[in-house]
T-cell receptor, first 114, second 107 residues
Framework: KAGVTQTPRYLIKTRGQQVTLSCSPI?????VSWYQQTPGQGLQFLFE???????NKGNFPGRFSGRQFSNSRSEMNVSTLELGDSALYLC?????????????FGEGSRLTVL | GQSLEQPSEVTAVEGAIVQINCTYQ??????LSWYQQHDGGAPTFLSY????GLEETGRFSSFLSRSDSYGYLLLQELQMKDSASYFC????????FGQGTELSVKP
């Protein structure tokens, strides 16, 4: 069974640009959540999707957006990039929305903003 | 606000036992989970406590006291490969993670 796949794994952008990150969940998983991780920080919750609907959103500015497609694949977009957006962006999938079950994480997309 | 507190660093020797504590303050609570992350890779699930008490999975155990808003992860018979970051996480609507504890296992 394939795990959670995130693309691209690494990318470099400059301030003001925008970026789109992709996440393919484990087959059969309908819940996808996104996290931002910076050095010394925990995982900061960005948003959570289930059945193509955003169910929860973290405390990030409107430059951060996402969506989920009918096949459960998800994308997140960051517009007008700032230096502080440099981080590891992690996607996780699970069978249930807000269930007690484990989250399965991808390897992440490491974004560097210059 | 919602917060989880855990120590930033813990050091122990191979073969020893180490306990990583986690206290939480959240508006809702539906369980405490623990995740392990090696060198910025994919976090992996270790354990989940929905009710008070101890859950054991091999060398790892996790404990929860909902009345104290407290839990811990216990790692026994430490091995070098256990050197990693450990995160507690609370399901409160969304899943909120602590800042992580970096465990260093020395020979």
């Amino acid at each position: 069974k394939a795990g959670v796949t995130q693309t691209p794994r690494y990318l470099i952008k400059t301030r003001g640009q925008q970026v789109t990150l992709s996440c393919s969940p484990i087959s059969g998983h309908r819940s996808v959540s996104w996290y931002q991780q910076t050095p010394g920080q925990g995982l900061q919750f960005l948003f959570e999707y289930f059945s193509e609907t955003q169910r929860n959103k973290g405390n990030f500015p409107g430059r951060f957006s996402g969506r989920q497609f009918s096949n459960s694949r998800s994308e997140m977009n960051v517009s007008t990039l700032e230096l502080g957006d440099s981080a590891l962006y992690l996607c996780a999938s699970s069978l249930l929305l807000q269930g007690p079950g484990e989250l399965f994480f991808g390897e992440g997309s490491r974004l560097t903003v210059l | 606000g919602q917060s989880l507190e855990q120590p930033s660093e813990v050091t122990a020797v191979e073969g020893a036992i180490v306990q990583i504590n986690c206290t939480y303050q959240t508006s809702g609570f539906y369980g405490l989970s623990w995740y392990q992350q090696h060198d910025g890779g994919a976090p992996t699930f270790l354990s989940y406590n929905g009710l008070d008490g101890l859950e054991e999975t091999g060398r790892f155990s996790s404990f929860l006291s909902r009345s104290d808003s407290y839990g811990y992860l216990l790692l026994q018979e430490l091995q070098m490969k256990d050197s990693a970051s450990y995160f507690c996480a609370v399901r409160s609507g969304k899943l909120i993670f602590g800042q992580g504890t970096e465990l260093s296992v020395k020979p």
